[in-house]
Each structure stands twice: as structure tokens, then as C-alpha cells.
């Protein structure tokens, strides 16, 4: 393939992959791994990405939910040397070895739950956490934010919020893990 596949082409299909046991690895790259996902050039994918070892997540006494996918797949796939897990690979068709694939990310969104466990007695927002539910929850400067995860989230979910105009000073952390 000798064409910039952003030049060859403009709107493609758009794809899903999801994570889940049959779709990640854990712990290691390699390029032997069979495709989870073919596309073509010019195509595009939402990629569902999980984050998170057995012995990082929360207490069950908290209440918090682990998405179900990342309990199957703490369960079901092999890890290795690494912490990281992977989603993926994805293969481009016409592709071959030592040709330059243009990426461009598009957009991300934060998958963190928002709320407690569904057989809690909480009242709050439920559902996935994006910039769209944050913005909508977070308007006003004065708010107080309380973020509690893994180091992962904790590191990042400020960030987040200073851009959505929250001061550091009203932001709390609590890091578990």
C-alpha cells in the first residue's frame, strides 16, 4: 500500500471493538497476535478500552462497580510480564510490513462509572463517565469534586476537570489500589 490511506480515503466504515477476553491481551506486545479487528484504509473504530489489575481494584465493602468485562477478563486471560491491558490488535487491510499507517485520534471518552453499585442505596447520576455527563454535572467552579480510584484515574480525572474551569483547590483525591 503506497497511498496515505487519510489522503485515499475520507469516510469509511466505522467499526466497534469492544474489550472483553477474546479481544485483549494482558502484560505484553507482540506482532504475532492474531487481528481482533480488520479494517480498511479510511475506516473508523471506537475502541472500548479497560485499565485496571485484580489487586488495584476496590474493596467490594465500597461499593463501587468493576466493569462485568474487566472481571472476565481479569478471569480468563493469560497475563504477562506487564500491568497493561491491551484492546486489540487491528489489522488494516493492503497493509504490508514497513508501510507508514496514519492514525488519527479523534476523541476520547472516559469510561469510569459515576455512581456506586445498582443495589446501593445511591441517588446520584448513574451510567459512564464522558466530558458531555461532566460537563452537564460540573458548570460551576465552586463545585467540589471528589475523585477516588486507581492512580490512573486520579492523575487524570483532575486534568480533566481544570479544563472544564474547576480550580485544583476544589478538586479532593483519594487514591486506592
Known amino acids: 500500500m503506497n497511498v496515505s490511506p487519510a489522503k485515499q480515503a475520507t469516510a469509511g466504515k466505522t467499526h466497534i471493538l469492544r474489550s472483553g477476553p477474546d479481544t ?10 492474531k487481528p ?10 471506537v475502541i472500548e478500552c479497560v485499565s485496571g489489575n485484580p489487586e488495584w481494584m476496590p474493596p467490594s465493602a465500597t461499593s463501587f462497580e468493576v466493569l462485568p468485562e ?15 491491558i491491551f484492546t486489540g490488535p487491528i489489522f488494516v487491510r493492503g497493509a504490508a510490513v514497513g508501510d507508514v499507517l496514519e492514525v488519527r485520534i479523534c476523541d476520547i471518552e472516559l ?4 455512581t456506586r453499585a445498582s443495589d446501593s442505596d445511591w441517588t446520584g447520576s448513574r451510567g459512564r463517565l464522558n466530558r458531555a455527563a461532566l460537563e452537564e454535572l460540573v458548570h460551576d467552579p465552586a463545585t467540589l ?20 474551569g474547576i480550580p485544583r483547590t476544589r478538586i479532593r483525591v483519594e487514591e486506592w489500589g
Open 111 to 114: 469510561r469510569q462509572t459515576v
Open 24 to 33: 485483549v491481551h494482558w502484560g505484553y506486545l507482540d506482532g504475532g497476535l
Open 70 to 84: 474487566l472481571r472476565n477478563i481479569h478471569q480468563q486471560v493469560k497475563r504477562g510480564t506487564g500491568n497493561h
Open 36 to 45: 481482533a479487528l480488520t479494517i480498511d484504509a479510511g475506516d473508523r473504530v
Open 145 to 164: 469534586c471528589f475523585v477516588c480510584g486507581p492512580p490512573s484515574l486520579v492523575d487524570e480525572m483532575p486534568k480533566v476537570l481544570a479544563a472544564l
